[in-house]
């Protein structure tokens, strides 16, 4: 018989609902499903995936919080008078967040039934390779049947099983964003840290994940007043330009995150007060400390959501070692009209714009006579720590392996934003960096930028490096002055010369 739908979405992210929106432009018959299996502390949120509900949007949101603290401190060295002591409510914070959050769940609702794209809030799960089978919370199966299928589920927080007491009283960025009371002294952990919070304590682990969360959680639970410690085992912003992620966690230590470096913890318990007692070893002095807390977040890295999806029955292969599913360059699975795009995906990045941006063009390769690949090269992103850190293109380590140390020229400076001058803060991790090639017209290969905006200064700067921008070229370009991205057009010392870098005059 004849398949349902021309195009069945299991996942409705960013990804996904990028590609039902983009397919149904072509008149396609087109069905989305999509359901959110509570955390394990039983927060459950709407229609949007991650990035709208417990990521990008939220986060953003909270650092700006943060952000507006500092600026309170500024603003009274600018002559505005402000009554002290300042406070802030989570509480009221967290409801708007929440309320904006659900009015994009509404919004994604709408334009699908705008579009004519059919909505299953049901988890989807393969009983052949044309055929989903739903399943309602209440239980009520739902069979839906497709010329093509992508897979776009993403992933979810892991939780270190390993330590006892981690699942029954940590919680992960999934229930952060959701919290209606402030979370108090918390920790948070990746898999290289524990944040002590008010007593917060993130435990963040790097191992294989986005470790950037762990430290733009720890920065804007700082920033809104809580005493938060992040633990970590190992590296902090494991994939990331390693001179810019010591200066980002240098930034936040003098901002008043406390770190426990090369810990981790043994396990978590419940006092009589009701605290958290966490017992942790460090690495180095082979010592083994405990310490209280009100909340401990774990941060370890986030784990592809495929389990209930049947994928074995199928033969779409996966990767054993992350269990993400293997695509080839044009988002195909193992199984023919099986495709996946996004976090769920081997080998690409944990990005918002990418999944989006690999969504369409699928749907445009599948119904619109387009052959269009996606390019996963020089795709920027910015880290929202309290001071910001931005990059597109290789870090100066990726540089190096690449072209040999030999062969690059790495263009470096650190200046301090106008804004800070008068304020009296401290801009010693102000810094930026240019990878260029050393060779004839010394092409920019990578550029790192800490400093306020930085997500809006590398935005632009993406553009130049994408056509393949020069060394030369960035030179003939006219800074606006004055502004921190100008100085990017004035980066003239280089690392190997051993000269000063601090930008100096105005």
């Not at 952000?67 to 509480?91: C, E, F, M, R």
């Not at 804007?220 to 912003?237: C, D, H, Y």
């Not at 406390?258 to 958290?276: G, Y």
Request: net charge neutral.
């Amino acid at each position: 018989g004849k398949n349902e739908y021309d195009l069945l979405i299991i996942g409705g992210g960013s990804g996904g609902l990028a590609c039902a929106k983009e397919a149904a432009k072509f008149g396609k018959k087109v069905a989305v499903l999509d359901y959110v299996e509570p955390s394990p502390q039983g927060a459950k949120w709407g229609l949007g995936g991650t990035c709208v509900n417990v990521g990008c949007i939220p986060k953003k949101l909270m650092h700006q919080a943060a952000l507006l603290g500092s600026a309170i401190k500024d603003a009274q060295h600018y002559g505005w008078n402000i009554a002290q002591p300042v406070h802030h409510t989570w509480s009221v914070m967290a409801q708007a967040v929440q309320n904006y959050v659900k009015s994009l769940n509404w919004g994604h609702r709408v334009q699908l039934q705008d579009k004519k794209v059919k909505y299953f809030n049901m988890k989807g799960s393969f009983s052949d390779p044309h055929t989903i089978r739903g399943l309602t919370k209440a239980g009520k199966e739902t069979i839906v049947t497709a010329e093509n299928i992508v897979i776009a589920t993403g992933g979810r927080p892991k939780y270190p099983m390993h330590i006892a007491g981690a699942l029954e009283y940590g919680i992960t960025s999934d229930d952060l964003f959701w919290l209606k009371e402030s979370p108090g002294k918390t920790p948070l952990v990746y898999y290289p840290f524990i944040l002590h919070l008010y007593e917060i304590i993130v435990y963040i682990s790097l191992t294989g994940s986005s470790p950037d969360v762990s430290l733009e959680c720890a920065g804007f639970l700082t920033g809104i007043g809580l005493e938060t410690t992040v633990m970590m085992r190992s590296i902090p912003l494991r994939g990331f330009d390693q001179q810019m992620a010591s200066l980002v966690t240098e930034h936040m230590e003098s901002y008043g995150t406390k770190f426990l470096k090369r810990c981790f913890p043994t396990k978590v318990e419940k006092s009589e007060s009701n605290r958290l007692q966490v017992t942790w070893k460090n690495t180095d002095l082979r010592t083994e400390v405990t310490d209280s807390f009100d909340t401990v977040m774990w941060a370890v890295g986030r784990a592809p959501d495929t389990e209930t999806l049947n994928l074995e029955t199928v033969g779409v292969k996966t990767n054993s070692e992350t269990g993400k599913i293997i695509v080839d360059a044009s988002e195909a699975t193992s199984v023919p009209h099986i495709y996946a795009v996004g976090d769920i995906t081997e080998g690409r990045p944990e990005l918002t714009p990418t999944a989006i941006a690999a969504g369409k063009l699928l749907a445009q390769r599948l119904f619109g006579q387009s052959s269009e690949l996606m390019d996963y090269d020089n795709v920027p992103t910015t880290v929202f720590t309290p001071l910001e850190y931005g990059c597109v293109g290789l870090s100066e380590e990726a540089a190096v392996q690449c072209y040999g140390s030999d062969n690059i020229e790495v263009y470096h400076a650190y200046y301090k934003p106008l804004e800070f001058t008068v304020a009296e803060r401290d801009a010693a991790q102000c810094y930026m960096k240019m990878v260029c090639l050393r060779e004839r017209d010394q092409r920019i290969l990578g550029l790192h930028f800490i400093g306020p905006n930085a997500g809006e200064v590398i935005q632009g700067f993406a553009l130049g490096i994408k056509c393949g921008a020069t060394y030369p070229q960035l030179m003939k370009t006219i800074g606006i002055h004055p502004t921190c991205a100008e100085e990017i057009t004035k980066l003239h010392i280089t690392k190997g010369s051993g000269l000063d870098a601090t930008v100096t005059g105005c």
